[in-house]
């Protein structure tokens, strides 16, 4: 398993622009070596960027053999209490509070069925439960109880205030800044991206395939990427979601997050 293994690629395309004569004494050989391997065994690729992989594009015998599957999101179908994203979030709460298919249903509005991202939605949501007085016996949570939370507490405002949210907003503002830029590019055009959507339309957090082409445009001319291919690839690790007109987050909560985010600016 190569852990984060858009990092080594893009070492190898970091070092072929240094020094193109290494090519084929060393970086085709890795490449064959890891096709060659892949015969016998599983190679896996774990990482964010799903096209990392595709170096040497005249002549790379790898990328033919890579098959994507997605992040692990919940599942998640309206009115299945049996579904997967409906028993996650039942453990979660440890099953001391009942609760309804519309709950389930906004939640899953928010963060669509990021595991991480839902258990830190749900702490905060029980925390607010505490601060009002509603007690967890006999409580059954509906879809309204989602969208007053979501009213009160996923204000733009409020998100530099809630502990739970540090992780992706540390991550966010690492990736967005001049260090990520250099060594994360792709990384980098994503959350710029996201972050861009959420500030200039926080309520809907959409866009139209035009604006975020030039949204995109700054930050894909130094990766020497077209927009439409940073939002495909954006697409397949679930960042964003796409048709013929509006480009929404997969995520909400998460472009929430990064449009409140700063990226450092120091190396």
Not at 98 to 106: M, V
Not at 129 to 152: N, S
Request: proline share 6%; aromatic share 10%.
């Amino acid at each position: 398993m190569l852990d984060e293994y858009e990092t080594l690629f893009g070492e190898f395309r970091k070092a072929l622009r240094i020094e193109p004569d290494i090519r084929y004494p060393v970086i085709q050989p890795l490449l064959d070596q890891m096709v060659g391997f892949s015969h016998d065994n599983l190679l896996v690729f774990l990482g964010q960027q799903p096209d990392a992989h595709h170096i040497l594009m005249d002549q790379n015998q790898l990328s033919p053999y890579v098959r994507q599957d997605p992040f692990p999101l919940f599942f998640h179908e309206h009115g299945d209490a049996g579904e997967e994203f409906t028993q996650f979030v039942a453990k979660v709460l440890a099953n001391r509070m009942d609760f309804e298919p519309s709950f389930t249903d906004g939640l899953f509005q928010e963060t669509s069925g990021h595991p991480f991202l839902t258990v830190k939605l749900l702490i905060d949501l029980v925390d607010r439960l505490i601060d009002i007085g509603r007690p967890a016996a006999g409580l059954r949570l509906t879809g309204e109880d989602m969208a007053e939370f979501a009213k009160v507490r996923l204000r733009k405002e409020r998100f530099n205030m809630i502990r739970e949210y540090v992780f992706f907003r540390k991550a966010a503002a690492e990736a967005m800044s001049a260090l990520g830029r250099e060594q994360t590019p792709w990384l980098h055009a994503v959350y710029v991206c996201l972050s861009e959507i959420g500030r200039s339309s926080p309520q809907t957090l959409t866009c139209t395939r035009d604006d975020f082409r030039r949204i995109a445009e700054d930050v894909t001319q130094r990766m020497s990427e077209d927009p439409d291919l940073l939002l495909s690839s954006g697409a397949q690790s679930n960042f964003f979601v796409f048709d013929e007109d509006t480009v929404r987050p997969r995520i909400p909560l998460l472009c929430r997050i990064a449009a409140i985010s700063r990226g450092k600016t120091g190396a």
